[in-house]
C-alpha cells in the first residue's frame, strides 16, 4: 500500500523559513514526477513545485520562485521543499503528490497524480 506522509510544516513570521518533507511507504521515488501542492481556504489547489526524479528536473509556480526548492533525498527516499522568504499569502495546506514520469508536463494538474498525503499545514503571519 502506497503512503506519502508529509511533516515540517507549523507557524513562523514573515520572512522565515520553513523545510516540509514528503516520506513514501510502498512506493520509491525514482523515475517517477513528486509534486508539493498547497490549498488555502476557499481556493482551489495549487500546484507550488515539481521534480522529476529520475533525472532532476524541477519546475515551480511563479509565486515562489527564487524562495522555494524542491529536492530529493535518494538515500532517505523523501522529497524536501525548502521554503524561504515566506510570506503570508504562502500560508495554507501543503501536500505532497505522485505520479508517473510523464506528469511532469502537466505538474499542476491535481488529476494528474495517482497518490497523495494527508497535508501539513503552513501559517504565515506577517
Known amino acids: 500500500q502506497v503512503q506519502l506522509v508529509e511533516s515540517g510544516g507549523g507557524s513562523v513570521e514573515a520572512g522565515g523559513s520553513l523545510r516540509l518533507s514528503c516520506a513514501a511507504s510502498g512506493y520509491t521515488f525514482r523515475r517517477n514526477c513528486v509534486a508539493w501542492f498547497r490549498q488555502a481556504p476557499g481556493k482551489e489547489r495549487e500546484g507550488v513545485a515539481v521534480?522529476?526524479?529520475?533525472?532532476?528536473?524541477?519546475s515551480y509556480a511563479d509565486s515562489v520562485k527564487g524562495r522555494f526548492t524542491i529536492s530529493q533525498d535518494n538515500a532517505l527516499n523523501t522529497v524536501d521543499l525548502q521554503m524561504n522568504s515566506l510570506k503570508p499569502e504562502d500560508t495554507a495546506m501543503y501536500y505532497c503528490a505522485a505520479g508517473p514520469l510523464g506528469t511532469f508536463w502537466r505538474w499542476a494538474l491535481p488529476m494528474a497524480y495517482n497518490y497523495w498525503g494527508q497535508g501539513t499545514q503552513v501559517t504565515v503571519s506577517s
Open positions: 521534480i522529476s526524479t529520475g533525472g532532476g528536473s524541477t
